[in-house]
């Protein structure tokens, strides 16, 4: 199957901490997205990591693309209401693509 | 630039009845286009995609169905609404050249089905 599992499910944290969020599956990735909504909203791209071992960087936060493209994390340095959101990982496989169940964030200010 | 637009923006619906939301992109040619459903803070789940006009990939059997009747335009459509139908409609496009997999959401569609 092309199942993507995200942990964890849900996290709350203080304005000021640093958090990371995996996203893994038991397939090989071509690539991989990440993605934040909203409430109410639709989901916004983040970032895109296609190269094994790949670190990309976004202000505060950080990509990583594992060596073997199988997981995938998003660690935030220190944490800011504005962050606050569903995270969700994707992949694309030809012309479908397949969502993990998501980490719900929650920082408090 | 390009813009996704969805409507209705959020639908009150009695089971059973019909239903009819669309999408439609603006600023891009020949694109992608994509219909998901989304429980309450979960994940999308892919229901149907569409690489041209007229032609229709549906993921899930259920008693929905989509069309596509002009390259811009995506629409999702139920003859007869079940409860389990509610969710977050979102439909979403990327375009078709230089094989990006990167997806572009519209604002989505709020259905209840009471």
């Known amino acids: 199957t092309q199942l993507l599992e995200q942990s964890p499910q849900f996290l709350s944290i203080q304005e000021g901490e640093n958090l990371t969020v995996y996203c893994n599956s038991s397939?090989?990735?071509?690539?991989l997205q990440w993605y934040r909504q909203e409430p109410g909203e639709g989901p916004v791209l983040l970032v895109t990591?296609?190269?094994?071992?790949e670190v990309k960087k976004l202000k505060r936060l950080t990509f990583q693309f594992g060596d073997a493209r199988k997981d995938s994390s998003l660690h935030i340095t220190a944490a800011q209401p504005g962050d606050t959101g569903l995270y969700l990982c994707?992949?694309?496989?030809?012309?479908?693509?397949?969502f993990g169940s998501g980490t719900k964030l929650n920082v408090k200010p | 630039s390009q813009t996704i637009h969805q409507w209705p923006a959020t639908l009150v619906q009695p089971v059973g009845s019909p239903l009819s939301l669309e999408c439609t992109v603006e600023g891009t040619s020949n694109p992608n286009l994509y219909w998901y459903r989304q429980a309450a803070g979960r994940g999308l789940q892919l229901l149907f995609y569409s690489v041209g006009i007229g032609q229709i990939s549906s993921e899930v059997p259920q008693n929905l169905s989509a069309s596509r009747p002009q390259d811009r335009q995506f629409i999702l459509s139920s003859k007869k609404l079940l409860l389990s139908d509610s969710g977050f409609y979102l439909c979403a496009w990327i375009p078709l050249a230089g094989g990006s997999y990167e997806q572009y959401f519209g604002p989505g569609t709020r259905l209840t089905v009471t």
């Open positions: 990591v296609v190269t094994g071992g």
């Open positions: 397939s090989v990735f071509s690539s």
């Open positions: 994707a992949r694309g496989n030809f012309n479908k693509f397949y």
